[in-house]
């Protein structure tokens, strides 16, 4: 299980750069750099805390885990 602090420092590394690429790609369509700043910005607020929830769901899934048998040194 990942800690609560690692799920949201993953959250915000993330953000980060997918607020610069969403970001861009608004300047890029609109030419305002303005206006792609404020949609970067939003894309930001949402999204941070849908990814953090979704994040801690699969902590509770097991699907695709393996247990780890213990090493034992003789």
Known sequence: ME???RSVAKA???RVIA???TSLIAFF???AWEFAAAI???DTC???F???AHERLWNRI???REEKQPEYII
């Open 62 to 64: 097991n699907f695709g």
């Open 46 to 48: 949402f999204k941070f």
């Open 29 to 31: 369509l609109t030419g």
């Open 50 to 52: 849908v990814y953090f």
């Open 40 to 42: 970067g910005l939003a």
């Open 12 to 14: 915000i590394s993330w």
């Open 19 to 21: 607020t610069i690429i």
């Open 3 to 5: 800690t609560k602090k």
